[in-house]
């Protein structure tokens, strides 16, 4: 599956340029889909409890798959991207999961047409049932 559409932004995330030889580097101009400095991007606002500015730009890296393509390209849900960047770049224990399910909720719904055109269905914020057995049954453990 990470072949058709990439793996998660989230281990790009604790990939460094380190794990690869002087010879692939050498070889290879782009090792990942995301440029660092996006996730950087995003990683930062996030922080800022800014989800609108993330949204934008992963929407926006959708767009440019997009027009490459003609199609829009399978993709990891964007909600589910952001959340596990979230804990593995700022730690599970510094985000509070019921503010970042608020805020993504809030951002999703300011989104623009031109964004919101490009989003699938597991883009979504999550549903009330899945935020209630969130809450009932406890959070999973990744």
């Known amino acids: 599956m990470h072949d058709e559409i990439g793996p998660p932004i989230y ?3 604790q990939q460094t340029d380190e ?3 002087p010879l692939v580097n050498a070889l290879v101009t782009e090792h990942q889909p995301v440029p660092r400095s996006l996730l950087q991007q995003i990683v930062s606002g996030i922080q ?6 993330p949204l934008k730009l992963l929407s926006a890296e959708l767009i440019k798959r997009k027009t490459k393509s003609g199609m829009i390209a399978r993709h990891h849900g964007i909600y589910r991207e ?10 599970r224990e510094n985000i509070d999961q019921v503010a970042f399910d608020r805020e993504y909720r809030l951002a999703y719904d300011r989104l623009d047409g ?10 979504a914020p999550p549903t009330i049932a899945s935020v ?8 999973l453990e990744l």
């Open 48 to 53: 800022y409890n800014d989800m609108l500015r």
């Open 11 to 13: 281990s790009l995330w």
């Open 82 to 91: 952001l959340l596990f960047l979230s804990f593995a770049a700022i730690g």
């Open 19 to 21: 794990q690869h030889s």
């Open 114 to 123: 031109q964004y919101v055109s490009v989003l699938a269905k597991v883009d």
């Open 132 to 139: 209630f057995c969130r809450h009932f049954f406890r959070e």
